[in-house]
């Protein structure tokens, strides 16, 4: 036990300072946003009083307590025993904190009694298979400043941006929502990771509903990156803005980490999830699309909004500032929210509906 003891409290301690140094917001112990001083000072606190403690008797290392096979077992337990009270800990110490930062903050400026006549399912076909789709318009009488189409996070499914397409319904814009390749209730597998194909035709789908009116494509996360993709690809897109993208370096390597926003328990949750759909229906992770992604090239027309947090979640400004800078971006915003919540703070609708209009 005493050995079990050091190799948690050692392995416990080295997690603070891992947590500081990578700003792992996510599984902090000492706040939400980490408090990075605390967390290094507290893990060197545990590694030197846990050392202490277990080697202050005299002659301990002519005597231990255990040899070869248990000290490995031991080890291992330890490891594993600090991860998860890690994970435990960051879940429940500031989950007010979580949940306040996370929580609808649209309030009266977004509309979830959108009347149901101003909505229609319906299906169009790329290549051979046929998307459902939701089309959102503006109520009758009122001019329509525009189309978007929307694109939701890796993972998720067009319901994830149903709050902002109402939003924008509000405002006079005609909404095109559809689940991205390999998601949710779309047939087809994410075989091709810009999804050229789903989105041109969801461009011309939109184009044919909305004569005469500019288009713009608004993506959230991975989706941010194929908006940026379409701007460049389709002449029908004039406007693009991406949401809280993943930041790419210049050789395509994303810079962006989940654990410094989630809460441990959602990260184990999240991994429970069934990921996108790849080549004959076999799972394909977020890393591995990004890895089969052509790299991300500078626009050369259309007008580029990039929309991201202030502070060290998901991305860090530094990353997205960079990133922005080498894809052209005409504009970049920041503002205090995290990822999750970016799409409702008020905020980040306000700088999303100015660009748009």
Known sequence: MGMFLLFLGVFFGILQIIVCTKKLNGISITGYPDKGRVSFLLGLFLIAISCAIYFWRPGHFAYPDVEGVETLLLLAGGLVAAILLQLLISSFAFRNSYKRLSATAGGRNLRFDLPLTNAESFEFLVEESKVPSLYLEPEPGKERLGGVLLLHEYGGSKK?????????????????????????ENPRNAQDPQMTSLIEKAAQELASRCQGVSLAVVGYGFGGLLAIDALEKMEKVETAVAIDPIALDTCGNPTANATREVKGIEIVKSALLPPARGRNGKRISLKKLLEEMETTEPKKRGQLLVLSTSKTWFNDPEDISHFAFYVGADQVEFVDANHASIIKSPSALEKLTSFLS
């Open 160 to 184: 994830q941006m149903l709050g902002l397409g109402r939003y924008l319904v509000n405002r006079r814009y005609a909404v095109m929502l559809f689940d991205l390749d390999g998601h949710g």
